[in-house]
Nanobody
Framework: QVQLVESGGGSVQAGGSLRLSCAAS????????MGWFRQAPGKEREFVAA????????SYADSVKGRFTISRDNAKNTVYLQMNSLEPEDTAVYSC???????????????????WGQGTQVTVSS
């Protein structure tokens, strides 16, 4: 069983930055594909970013491309989401996810992940 714990959320003004962290339990973190998703009030959860096991391949939603960066430190069992130039539309609960089962470098869909964190709130004010 893998446990994921997010941190780093908070309130920031538009144009500001935040860095989210997701710490994973277990000794096989480097074998997980990792992803970040978000859910805004009244909306479906949506894909934000994903990262391959080695960290060499990334994928981003068009809405965050060029502003957000996903990275991982396998020695620390942690995945990060650096968020710059934040906009009010980025306000949401951000959750990290891990996949330990599937083949493929990158996953962009919820069903491809088998472990989820509880989420951390990000609020961007104008």
């Amino acid at each position: 069983q893998v446990q994921l714990v997010e941190s780093g959320g908070g309130s920031v003004q538009a144009g500001g930055s935040l860095r989210l962290s997701c710490a994973a339990s277990g000794r096989t973190f480097s074998s997980y594909v990792m992803g970040w998703f978000r859910q805004a009030p009244g909306k479906e959860r949506e894909f934000v970013a994903a990262l391959s096991r080695s960290g060499g391949v990334t994928s981003y939603a068009d809405s965050v491309k060029g502003r957000f960066t996903i990275s991982r430190d396998n020695a620390k069992n942690t995945v990060y989401l650096q968020m710059n130039s934040l906009e009010p539309e980025d306000t949401a609960v951000y959750s990290c996810a891990a996949d330990s089962r599937r083949v493929g470098a990158i996953h962009r869909y919820e069903y491809e992940y088998n472990y989820w964190g509880q989420g951390t709130q990000v609020t961007v004010s104008s």
